[in-house]
């Protein structure tokens, strides 16, 4: 089975600073895609970044980027220049590539002090 | 984007009647939709998968009885607890993917469902 752990339950950052979450997974496919989800106090899920497995290259999007450790299976999020509104729950989620459903990780409440 | 529509956003019921979930795909078909419960400050656990024209999948521990899902075409999918009671109360949320690998889910907007 898959498993997702997110070791930080809360996590804290200034703002304008840079703040890393982190993810790891167990697997034993070779492909699959992992994904951070972002769920403000709305508890709308979004789509934050998303990385294949099979890319060697890490995926970034404007101020979020990710570590993708694919030998350790670990899959850190870094948030550069943090904002007030990246204030969320954020969610490590892994999907294998014939399934579409994703398991998600525990959860890491991020809070961006002004 | 693709928007997945959720309704409604929220509900009371007295226990023991029974609540219905839809779940709607606006601009895309969805042969595969995903149930999702999340407790309070917790993460999402997957409940079933909703398979249009055919029968749910659920997961370990997930009463099928109890939670009823209906996908009857591409863009609906439908979960329906009966008698509900007061544990049953969460927050619920479903979601849906294109067709292909690697898409990645859209999610509805949740029900918060609370059974006094």
């Known amino acids: 089975a898959q498993t997702v752990t997110q070791s930080q339950p809360e996590m804290s950052v200034q703002e304008a600073e840079t703040v890393t979450l982190s993810c790891t997974y167990d697997?034993?496919?070779?492909?699959?895609?992992l994904f951070w989800y972002k769920q403000p106090p709305s508890r709308q899920m979004i789509l934050v970044i998303r990385?294949?497995?099979?890319?060697?290259q890490n995926a970034t999007e404007n101020r979020f980027s990710v570590n993708f450790q694919k030998a350790a299976k670990s899959f850190s999020l870094k948030i550069s220049d943090s904002q007030l509104g990246d204030a969320a729950m954020y969610f490590c989620?892994?999907?294998?590539?014939?399934?579409?459903?994703?398991?998600f990780g525990a959860g890491t409440r991020l809070t961006v002090k002004p | 984007g693709a928007v997945v529509s959720q309704h409604p956003s929220r509900v009371i019921c007295k226990s023991g009647t029974s609540v219905k979930i839809e779940c709607r795909s606006l601009d895309f078909q969805a042969t595969t939709m995903f149930w999702y419960r999340q407790f309070p400050k917790q993460s999402l656990m997957l409940m079933a998968t909703?398979?249009?024209?055919?029968?749910?999948?659920?997961e370990q521990g997930v009463e099928k009885d109890k939670f009823l899902i209906n996908h009857a075409s591409l863009t609906l999918s439908t979960l329906t607890v009966t008698s509900a009671h007061p544990e049953d109360s969460s927050f619920y949320i479903c979601?849906?993917?294109?067709?292909?690998?690697?898409?990645?889910?859209?999610f509805g907007q949740g029900t918060r469902l609370t059974v006094v």
């Open positions: 989620a892994y999907r294998r590539t014939r399934s579409n459903d994703m398991r």
């Open positions: 909703s398979n249009e024209g055919s029968k749910a999948t659920y």
């Open positions: 697997t034993s496919e070779s492909d699959y895609y």
């Open positions: 979601s849906a993917s294109r067709q292909g690998a690697g898409t990645e889910a859209f």
């Open positions: 990385q294949e497995a099979y890319k060697q």
